[in-house]
């Protein structure tokens, strides 16, 4: 069993940046791949980024590629999105998940949800 707890989310201007975190209770972080999706109101829940167990390996959703950054701590148990150059259209509620399997893309793939943080992009 895995829990996952998101922070860091806010409203910040077009342009700007911000930093969200995912702490994850337990000793088996290393075990997981994680994954960062994103829900705006009225859309279904579209991938963001993920990253390998071990953080060696990435990959993002074309949107955002270049933008934001996913990286991880297993020290700390701890996975991050650094969001820069942000847009209007990144508003949505940001969830980090946690999967046994290889990186994915996939919903499904990830078997542990965080509750999500709110990110608002103001024009």
């Known amino acids: 069993q895995v829990q996952l707890v998101e922070s860091g989310g806010g409203l910040v201007q077009a342009g700007g940046s911000l930093r969200l975190s995912c702490a994850a209770s337990g000793r088996t972080f290393s075990r997981y791949a994680m994954g960062w999706f994103r829900q705006a109101p009225g859309k279904e829940r579209e991938f963001v980024a993920a990253?390998?167990?071990?953080?060696?390996?990435?990959s993002y959703a074309d949107s955002v590629k270049g933008r934001f950054t996913i990286s991880r701590d297993n020290a700390k148990n701890t996975v991050y999105l650094q969001l820069n150059s942000l847009k209007p259209e990144d508003t949505a509620v940001y969830y980090c998940?946690?999967?046994?399997?290889?990186?994915?893309?996939?919903?499904?793939?990830?078997?542990?949800w965080g509750q999500g943080t709110q990110v608002t992009v103001s024009s």
């Open positions: 990253i390998s167990k071990s953080g060696d390996s990435t």
């Open positions: 998940a946690a999967g046994i399997g290889w990186l994915s893309l996939k919903r499904e793939s990830y078997d542990y």
